[in-house]
């Protein structure tokens, strides 16, 4: 077990120590710091520039005000399936702006799950947008001020770079079920929006256009809803994204929830992450008396909790890699016995773009949740799409408006594509490995966030969604390993050690590309090449 000392005010406490003279700590600082700059500076700057003029991007802040239509036909403008984090922030959005919406959802009663319990301070920046904060009110929600890294007895700090900010911006954690009550009860508080309850079994057809949702109600009568958009929020495991997207989940590990009470985080209002082995542990609190801790499990498969190999997992395997103040806490939770599991699945934005629908959300998009960044990308999408539906009088004309939103796909990216790279980038090189390569690379990552400055607000930056440039995200993950590999050089460049290097970098770009073909080169770095890009509105 490691004893760790972690003292959250003084910085220089935090930070590792590692056994090197004052003259190898300069030039570790300066390569990090000088590959950081020159990579982030060119590439950055060479591709980050926004269309102008007449473009989708002018557009999303051109119209301010609401001008949609009276009535013209049906009483409702948009179904929304599920009133999950997503379903429910959009019905509320589009209600705001005078469309008729009706919010379908299997189960009213408060959801009492182990994910969307960290909101990144760029989520928060989004649900202000929405107008939707307050509903972190009266939940005894948790400021969270950045994160705690501890690895191998060492531990270091990493602040939200939030200066810039109003005060009150900052990550936010709670309890899930409290929270998408909240936003329930805000959504319903809208004349036109009919929240109700009710199991959408499949989307209603004609033609290739979808017309609406075919549901079952509480009372268990199959009935049909009509209206000219769907949009689909039914989570992560959606029944209704199979004809509207490729959808290619992958799972790669499973997280183990439990719940720590009365216990006292090393570093209070941070997410901790210990890089432990096989892969991180999560602790962070979720109200004023309570730690989530969320345990990674590699694979598909988890210990059986019902046979006791679960319990005897967590005590033998997991609790003496923890910081000492956590270590009872951490027992006594396994000891009551409410251990939870969830898949951590992953899966690329890959639409079928179809007239009448639209997916949202994890039924849309997932990333490994290790970074806590699918309720900001959710958010930022609605922010996204309501900037792109309102200049809209109607949404009758299915296929135009289908054509126009194929823009979507593109101006999401910034915010998506960096938290999902990174998400899936980060839990790689997080989680140990008997390749000595991906190994350095890991110890690479630690000390590179333990550098302070750029080094560290740097990736915080993009990890918490005040920072949506995939560029920025590459230039310092390549500047991690560039990092990893000047220091093998040092004190001199055995052969070994070159080669080692080589396969640190080579496994770098082994993690990094595979996720970002995935994300689509062009949208993610050229989207000013996709057509769809500069669509406007349809004319009525
Ligand atoms: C273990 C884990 C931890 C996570 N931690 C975080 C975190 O800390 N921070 C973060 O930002 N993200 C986190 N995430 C991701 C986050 O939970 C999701 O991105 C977010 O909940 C997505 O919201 P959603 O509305 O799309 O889906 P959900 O919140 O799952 O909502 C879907 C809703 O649809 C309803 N529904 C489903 N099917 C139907 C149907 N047929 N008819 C009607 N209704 C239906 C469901 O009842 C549910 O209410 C985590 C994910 C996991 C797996």
New binding site residues.
Partial sequence: MHNYQLNCVNRSELNPKPMLTSSEVMAEYLIGVAVASVLGFLLFFKFQRKPSGSSAGALLTAVEECRCDPPASGDTDVIV?????????LAYTLGKDGRRVRL????LTE?D????????PG?YLKLIELGLEDCLGKIDAQRILGYALFKDGKNTKLSYPLEKYDSDVSGR?FH?GRF?QKMREKAASLPNVKLEQ????SLVEENGTVKGVL?KNKAGEVLTAYAPLTIV????????RRSLCSSQVDVPS??V?LILENCQLPCPNHGHVILADPSPILF?PISSTEVRC?VDVPGQKVPSISNGEMANYLKTVVAPQLPVQLHDSFVSAIDRGSIRT????SMPAAPHPTPGALL?????N?RH?LT???????LADIVVLRNLLKPLRNLHDATALCKYLESFYTLRKPVSSTINTLAGALYKVFSASPDQARNEMRQACFDYLSLGGVCSTGPVALLSGLNPRPMSLVAHFFAVAIYGVGRLMLPFPSPKRCWIGARLISAASGIIFPIIKAEGIRQVFFPFTVPAYYRAPPTD
């Fill in positions: 399936v599920g009133a999950g984090v997503a379903g429910s922030a379908i959802e299997r189960d959801p799950r182990i994910v969307g319990e960290l909101l990144q989520g954690s899930n998408v009710g199991t959408v079994t549901y929020c039914d989570g992560c495991f959606s029944n209704l499973c997280f929830g962070y969320l969830m898949p951590n699945k949202l959300g994890d039924a849309f997932m949740p806590g960044g699918g309720m900001t990308v959710a």
